[in-house]
């Protein structure tokens, strides 16, 4: 059986992996020195897709399921794996990515967005695997630790990035519904010993058919499991009434993760098009669905439809038109908040509108107040009670608050985050049940027509880690809160696990709910302390974006140490919701901006790994990575914005040349200081041929061969364009 190699770095979408064909050159050819093997496993959307359809693919065209494989990996003591932002596929996007594949001689089937026979149903299961988030879920076999560096953290509070104005008189809110949500009707219970075992999912409908929507499932003693469902009369209600109550000046928006979300938030996001665009698809019903026009794809997708027919294109226009202003992704292009699923990611749009002082940009590219739609409960009230907050007491001072950091259960498909195979929208009216294998009707709900009914369930192991980890961040940083809501059912349910654990370990951390432990977190950290923020799956992923993007700028530039329950390690950096622009960018002038600090990061704690794992010469290139992060930070290396400024690659050499001076430096391997000291001496003495080298192409477009699936040469010509530095380096 081959060896595990000591990293292993995967291979993403987007920005993210246009830096690696920069930055993981240079990390292969610095372990080599260690003998540390650095190898690679392609989770990309474009991989994931290829995987699915080997028996569409010719021979030469098939490859591996390495998210498989990682699957596998994470779950042992070995795996030591650095893991970058991947594209979590909307519908659109995964149609692109198929035919940018087709278009390059692959012959995959299209999406068959209505399936009729069984092989457009096995076809169209292969493609649902892919989509959302299909990564996450199985990668992370651990539980969450994510916080800033403390390098990062003093160089945000010595260098504040912009904040806008909070005044008390502005008139962003947040909008949801007055009940009948997925909050509202939630009911959970903890899995007994005689309850464990098998069950299904079935729907009675009120004619007395039956159906099983989900079997063969499987709930362990301690499991909590949830069912819930969001009436869509009462969400569309809402929809129509938070239209009509505009005010004058004020944009409208809807913020969800139809990425994440895959199965149930694409769905409310398709009738916040249809209410907002009820009169156009009213008048041209007939015509609209002889095109295919579904309004789950979004404003962009109708656009695309009726491109060629003037007379419904001047009609959408008049529709918009006749609307509240709405909230706007890019002005300059005309890219709605509606137009397109997504864009709708709410730990992105959220953060921006509040670090912005309350203010999105319009359809006319001015700056105005925004009414926030966040349809459920469960969560609106943080971004709520954070705008109330700062309403309040004004804007945050980053240059003297303290670091926000989170402990999250998300391990083996924790919470909402995992139930995308138990989400189902509702064919008619009837009941819902989950039934045991033992005979127990575990819950039963009533529904609606097109009702959105779902189950989540978390396991007690990754419960009790969960636990371990916030009392060990809790005593090494002294404020703490577990984010849970009394009130909610299965908050409740972890309650009774998180109690008894307190007492025992000898701590009164609060117990909060969500928008209580909102202010508790603001009040601490504008008092300049440390405040460790505990939570569920969804709140782990939120707040990893609110609270960098308030203190730092972004949260890219976040670290986040998954310690595997079985003893291996998960390194995370940072997040990906801007890197669609950033490789606009690069396209059009050659200048990419993508930050890779939070690589640098998971870089050094994944030799660190190594090194406690008893790899000496590991823990040697930790700490010199540490010290090249922090040159590269106060140093002003980092990527900037425009062309003619550092961009990413010059941030790479930057932060290799301060690497091999930490090593050629350092004395505690007399071997590593040999080897690096003349590559750290011609790193320095050729600085300015390779920065002229690097500069030569900026300002004109490039051609990377695609978008989902690039060529590999094309993207090192452009990614490495020093030949200087590729000597170097080799």
């Known amino acids: 059986m081959a060896k595990t190699p000591d990293i292993i770095y995967t291979i993403v979408d987007e920005a993210p992996e246009l830096a690696s064909g920069s930055l993981l050159p240079i990390i292969r050819s610095f372990a080599s020195a260690a003998d540390i093997s650095v190898d690679t496993r392609n989770i990309s959307v474009a991989a994931r897709i290829l995987s699915a359809f080997p028996d569409y693919l010719t021979e030469e065209q098939r490859i591996s399921d ?8 994470v779950k042992t003591p070995e795996a030591n794996v650095i893991k970058l932002p991947n594209i979590s596929a909307s519908v659109p996007q995964l149609n692109a990515a198929i035919a940018e594949l087709q278009s390059q001689g692959y012959a995959l089937p299209d999406y068959p967005s209505e399936p009729k026979t069984d092989e457009e149903k096995d076809i169209r299961a292969r493609y649902d695997a892919i989509k959302g988030s299909a990564v996450n879920p199985v990668l992370r076999e651990g539980n969450s630790d994510r916080r800033s560096a403390k390098a990062v953290k003093e160089y945000a509070k010595a260098n504040p990035h912009s904040m806008g104005e909070w005044t008390a008189d502005s008139k962003t809110c947040v909008a949801s519904m007055p009940g009948n949500d997925f909050f509202a009707n939630e009911v959970s219970a903890t899995i007994t010993a005689a309850q464990a075992g098998g069950a299904k999912i079935t729907f009675t409908a009120e004619d007395g058919t039956e159906t099983v929507l989900k079997d063969g499932l499987k709930y362990e003693e301690g499991t909590i499991v949830d069912a819930t469902y969001m009436s869509v009369a009462t969400l569309r209600d809402f929809i129509k009434a938070e239209i009509d109550s505009m005010e004058p000046g004020v944009l409208f928006s809807v913020h969800m993760k139809a990425t994440m979300m895959k199965v149930s938030d694409p769905i409310i996001f398709g009738h916040f098009v249809s209410v907002y665009l009820e009169d156009f698809i009213a008048k041209h019903g007939e015509k609209l669905a002889e095109l295919g026009f ?152 009533t529904v609606g027509k097109g009702d959105i009914w779902r189950s989540a369930t978390v396991k007690q192991a990754p419960i009790e880690d969960w636990i371990k980890l916030a009392i060990r961040r809790h005593k090494a940083t002294g404020t703490s809160a577990f984010w849970l809501n009394a009130n909610r059912a299965h908050d409740a349910e972890l309650i009774k696990y998180v109690e008894p654990a307190l ?127 922090q040159k590269v930070l106060l140093n002003g290396n980092s990527p900037e914005r425009k062309v003619g400024q550092n961009d990413n690659r010059t941030s790479h050499y930057w932060f290799a040349r301060y690497w091999a001076e930490a090593l050629a430096a350092q004395g505690k391997d007399a071997d590593l200081a040999a080897h690096f000291a003349p590559i750290a001496k011609e790193l320095a003495d050729k600085e300015e041929t390779i920065l002229a080298e690097l500069a030569a192409g900026e300002g004109k477009p490039v051609d990377l061969g695609g978008y989902y699936h690039a060529d590999p040469a094309k993207v090192a010509a452009v990614m490495r364009p020093s030949a200087t530095l590729n000597a170097i380096i080799g």
């Open 66 to 73: 390495d998210l498989a494989e990682l699957g596998e990996l």
């Open 294 to 445: 579904n309004p789950n794809g979004g404003i962009g997708d109708l656009e695309k439809l009726i491109a060629g027919d003037d007379a419904l294109k001047a009609d959408l226009k008049a529709a918009l038109d006749a609307r509240p202003p709405m909230y706007m992704v890019d002005s300059d292009k005309g890219i709605t908040n509606l137009h397109v699923p997504s864009d709708v990611i709410i730990d992105a749009s959220m953060p921006a509108v509040i670090r912005a002082g309350g203010i999105g940009w319009g359809p006319d590219g001015k700056p105005a107040d925004t009414k926030c739609c966040i349809p459920d409960n469960s969560y609106a009230g943080v971004y709520a009670e954070t705008i109330n907050y700062f309403k309040e007491n004004g804007k945050l001072d980053v240059t003297t608050c303290g670091a926000v950091s989170n402990v999250g259960l998300m391990a083996q498909k924790a919470e909402e985050y995992g139930s995308h195979p138990t989400t189902f929208e509702m064919p008619a009216a009837g009941t819902v049940r989950i039934v045991l294998d033992n005979g127990d009707v575990l819950h039963e709900l």
């Open 503 to 629: 007492k025992e370990a000898g701590l009164d951390i609060p117990i909060l709910s969500p928008e209580k432990a909102t202010r508790f977190t603001l009040e601490n950290m504008v008092q300049g302390k440390d405040v460790v923020t505990i939570t569920g799956n969804v709140l782990r992923d939120y707040l990893t974006d609110l609270f960098p993007i308030l203190e730092l700028g972004t949260s890219a530039k976040m670290l986040s140490i998954v310690s595997l329950m079985q003893g291996g390690g998960l390194f995370e950096t940072g997040a990906g919701g801007s890197a669609p622009k950033h490789v606009q960018q690069l396209v059009e002038e050659n200048h990419l901006r993508w930050d890779s600090l939070g690589e640098f990061c998971a870089l050094g704690e994944s030799f660190n790994f190594l090194a406690d794992k008893g790899m000496a010469k590991a823990g040697v290139f930790g700490d010199a990575i540490e010290d090249a992060t």
